[in-house]
């Protein structure tokens, strides 16, 4: 564990998914994930439900004696597992389908300056080779411009990423877009809350 | 051109960002994807703004005839580019990081029944080859069920991947999920308008 970490963070983002994986090194690192989340006295914030590395990760760090809170988009209530959540100091990532889409919007965030913190790749079995692969090609294409690269912090094991987590130092860069969102009151605050209202016809 | 096209869809939805690319081919693909647009007597959706393969899509089809709608969200309003839109009949994609996040988001409401239609990737220069690459990975991992790979519509060039789109026929799975949505009755309906309120504090 690092001795004298950078960033001081109390909540950590863990999206997992409602899967388990082919095999049982997702879920042991899903456990230790838990267990090293409770041994740093972090809060774990999770995608709620019962099922798959979700319940894995929470489980574990809850036993252990971190404060836990699951968050369910009310529309997958019913299936009683999510992975749609975004309310974490770090965000540390190790899953599915919908662990992905929210690995690509808070990557599109930070691109923004909307969401700038550190987004963690567990990379379990190298199961994110090939996504680092892709975005490197994207980079190389000047599709993407490469300060995002810097927002995903890989490593193998649980305690190397919580590691490096807590170590991050933000490089802010003035090449990508700054927005200003107006408050209630006229004023441009980024600290200020912010209501999004879509109507969408699905 | 197909001869006898399965769905007649009308308009089209294009994700392909504000920039430009590495390579010329990128931009020589984007104008004859909205020169085969317009030939096909499609309506195009965008992602608006005036910006790289964007712009050259747009012009392209508009120049030939295609009736288009440019789409900005009001946040990204003063960037005067964005490719944030997902109201089109279908999709194509050739793009940057929103464009992924879009993708990454419509494969998630496509695993969950909220959005059915295909994704198609207009492969230049294989630039989705790795996307492929890892998306059969996850699966390969159980991470990933396999049937969302068929909603993802590849080919390398512009009239291939209409044709594609054009003669592709929708393979429900019992195995997803299907969510249920009230309407403002109780009553469930799928086609009904759906009200998303979030408030976030960024």
Redesign the interface.
């Known amino acids: 564990m690092a001795a004298t970490p950078n960033r001081q963070f109390k909540n950590i983002c863990v999206l997992s ?1 409602f ?5 049982k090194e ?1 879920v042991e690192a899903a456990i230790d994930l838990g267990r090293s989340i409770a041994a740093r006295k972090l809060h774990l914030v999770y995608g709620g439900g019962n099922r798959g590395l979700s319940k894995m990760v929470s489980e574990a760090a809850f036993i252990r004696g971190s404060q836990v809170l699951g968050i369910i988009p009310r ?2 209530k ?2 009683g597992s999510s992975s749609d959540s975004s309310t974490g100091e770090e965000l540390v990532v190790s ?4 662990t ?2 929210a ?3 808070l ?2 965030w930070a ?2 300056h ?2 700038q913190k550190p987004i963690g790749l567990l990379n379990v ?1 190298n ?1 994110y080779d ?2 680092i ?2 975005l490197n ?2 980079i ?5 411009p490469s300060n ?1 690269k810097k927002l995903f912090i890989c490593a193998h094991t649980a305690n190397e990423l919580l590691d490096k987590l807590q170590a991050y130092k933000p490089e802010p860069d003035p090449w990508t ?1 700054v ?3 107006p408050n209630h009151d006229g004023n441009n605050s ?1 600290s200020k ?10």
């Open positions: 998914g899967t388990y994986g082919k095999h997702f529309v997958l019913p299936l899953g599915d389908l919908a992905l889409e690995l690509m919007t990557a599109s691109h923004l909307i969401y079995n199961f090939g996504f692969a892709f090609h994207a190389k294409n000047y599709f993407i995002v877009f927005l200003e969102r980024r809350k912010y209501k999004l209202d879509l109507t969408l016809r699905l």
